[in-house]
């Protein structure tokens, strides 16, 4: 069963920088798109960012700057590095990612998966 493992949330203080990774579990599974978006309570869903299977990336304006989104080599994992957090960027943060399977000749889609989430709490 595929399932997308997130980590590095928790609670900092505004200004500091937390580290968020996802990884898909499962041999021979890669992030083709991997996206992070955010909940605040009472709120709608955001895309945070965004990455291709080529590393281009995009970002919400309120995020642009600060935070950064890189994938690892061996393409199964996506790490948001999110710097000088403001308190406004509490939220439960969850992975999302367009997952292919490489076991065979090329690599195929798998499908697209949701992580539970992990809560970023930042105090002012």
């Known amino acids: 069963q595929v399932q997308l493992v997130e980590s590095g949330g928790g609670l900092v203080q505004a200004g500091e920088s937390l580290r968020l990774s996802c990884a898909v579990s499962g041999s021979k599974l890669r992030i083709g798109v991997g996206t992070w978006y955010r909940q605040a309570p009472g709120k709608q869903r955001d895309l945070v960012a965004s990455?291709?299977?080529?590393?281009?990336?995009n970002y919400a304006n309120s995020v642009k700057g600060r935070f950064t989104l890189s994938r690892g080599n061996a393409e199964n994992t996506i790490t948001l590095q999110m710097n000088n957090l403001k308190p406004e960027d509490t939220a439960v943060y969850y992975c999302?990612?367009?997952?292919?399977?490489?076991?065979?000749?090329?690599?195929?889609?798998?499908?697209?998966?949701w992580g539970r989430g992990t809560q970023v709490t930042v105090s002012s």
């Open positions: 990455i291709t299977l080529g590393g281009n990336t």
């Open positions: 999302n990612a367009d997952v292919d399977d490489c076991s065979g000749f090329t690599c195929s889609s798998y499908g697209n998966y």
